[in-house]
Structure formats: C-alpha cells, structure tokens
C-alpha cells in the first residue's frame, strides 16, 4: 500500500530500473541444458531399493526417471514423475530437495555430492510441458459418479486430476479468480517464471471431465451441507492460508505487511514497477 507514512519509511513504488526488475524477477535457477543433464543422469547408480524414492513424498520412480533421461526419452521420463505426482513441474522447481531426496542419495557417500535429482525432474518436465504432444493419460470410462473438489490449490488440482483420470466427473470450486492456490498466489515470481503455475493447470485440465467454479467460496457462495446433498463424494482441499501472529502487544508498525499478501499482489502484478517496496 502506497500511504504517505508509507513512504516516509522509504517504501515506495519504481525503486528499481525495468531492467532490473527483469533480472530481479527472472528465474533464479536456469534450467540444466540437454548435454548438462544427460551427464548429471549418467552420476546415477540406478538403486535396487532407491533410498531417494522412499525420501520423496509423492513417491515419484526417481531411477526410473533419470534412466529414461539418460537414455534421451524426456517424455518417458515425464510420464514417470507426472503419474506419481502430477504437480511435478511445480515440484521440481520448489520442493526442498535438499532435505529430501538428494539428502538421501548414495552419492553423497563417495562423492559428497548428490544426483541434482530436482534439476533432473525440472529438465524432463520442462522438455515435457514445452511439446506436450498427445496426451500422456486417458481418461478411464465415465463411472458416473459427481465428486465435487473445494480449493484449486495443489491439494485439490491433484485430487480433481486423480479422480478425473479414474472416470469420475468433477466440479472444481475455487474462491479465487484463478485456480492455482499457492502455486499462483503464494510462490515468489523468481521460483516460477514464464507464467509456469497456470500452464500446468491447463494441462491438469485438459484430461478433461472437470468443470470450474470460481468465485465460489465455502461458506459464503457453497455449503458443505448442500454439497454433500449434491454430490456423490466431497474433498476440501481449502489450504493453510492463515498467516503467524506476532503475538506481542505492540502498536502495528507502519510499513508492516505479512508476506503471503505482498507475494499474492506481486504474483499478479502486470507492471512490477508499480508496486511499492522498501529498501531492502
Ligand atoms: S539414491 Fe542417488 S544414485 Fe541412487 S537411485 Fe537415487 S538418485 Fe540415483
């Protein structure tokens, strides 16, 4: 918020150059090209029982993937991550994987350094989403069961997205004017550059079988009640939006924002320049 108190703090809008904010605001890790990630495939040892999968939470086939990378089939190799976790271009760019999978890796043992696991999925992912081609899944055979999905966050795209591959037709209620969730709205622009989180819904969509409702917000526009009338099953997918008090008794400082409603007001920001912040 641009107030005269404000910027007596010294927060102000078009701090910077464009050209700045364009470096600012690019992707802060470029992707691996096609010869770094075919060596970086080729450090795997293909593990019987891969610790880094166990270590994964969304039980990705991490050898799999890399050996199909490594073997030059990036679309194998997506359909290998997207069919354990079809949020996995996301993934790649923003789960710690320095505490998950990589910390796991054999090859810190003998080399103090692990397969660049994340870097690998994002090469796939991104070779993926780029040249999609024909669909990488078919729907099953309409079941005819009505699920409906409450939050179009990560959460609810992936249960919208499961469903729908299993028959199931799907309505897809969101409060927001996009679907995305944090993926839209809560990720600093730098981790997801290019617009990236509302090409992987187009994909989540394009299985087809799920209808969206936006401007729906439970409790306000929906009920849970009338859903579960309506609906064969119910999935709330509504997310951890609150944001930490402080806790103490202090007068609100002047300038104090929390974060996730500055990064929501970036994310969808047109002209960066325009929005107001400090000196640092
Ligand atoms: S632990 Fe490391 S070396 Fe083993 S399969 Fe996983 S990525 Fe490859």
Redesign the pocket.
């Known amino acids: 918020m641009d107030t005269p108190a404000s910027r007596a703090c010294g927060i102000h809008a078009a701090r910077l150059n464009l050209a700045d904010y364009a470096v600012n605001f690019s992707d802060a890790h470029p992707p691996l090209t096609r010869p770094q990630a075919l060596i970086e495939a080729e450090?795997?040892?293909?593990?019987h029982d891969?610790?880094?999968?166990t270590a994964c939470p969304t039980g990705i086939d991490?050898?799999s993937f890399?050996h199909r990378i490594a073997q030059d089939n990036n679309r194998g190799a997506a359909r290998a991550i997207l069919e354990a976790n079809p949020l996995g271009g996301m993934c790649a760019r923003v789960c710690p994987t320095e505490v998950l999978?990589?910390q796991?890796?054999?090859?810190n043992t003998n080399e103090d350094k692990?397969?660049e696991?994340g870097s690998l999925q994002r090469y796939a992912t991104d070779a993926f989403f780029a040249q999609p081609g024909a669909p990488l899944f078919q729907r099953a055979a309409v079941t005819g069961k009505r699920v409906a999905v409450v939050g179009a966050g990560p959460a609810g795209l992936a249960c919208a997205h499961g469903l729908a591959v299993r028959g199931h037709d799907v309505v897809l209620f969101e409060a927001r004017p996009k679907l995305g969730g944090l993926n839209e709205y809560g990720l600093a622009s730098y981790k997801t550059a290019h617009n990236f989180a509302q090409k992987e819904v187009e994909w989540l969509l394009s299985i087809g079988g799920i209808e969206v409702r936006t401007g729906q917000q439970l409790g306000r526009d929906i009920t849970l009640d009338s859903l579960l009338g309506a609906y064969d099953a119910v999935f709330l997918g509504l997310g951890l939006q609150g944001v930490n008090a402080l806790g103490v008794a202090e007068p609100t400082a002047t300038g104090l924002r929390n974060a996730v409603d500055f990064i929501a007001e970036l994310r969808q920001s047109t002209d960066l320049s325009t929005l107001p912040v400090g000196r640092r």
Do not use: K, L, Q, T
């Open positions: 450090r795997c040892y293909y593990c891969a610790p880094c999968a991490i050898p890399i999978c990589e796991a890796c054999v090859r692990p397969v696991i």
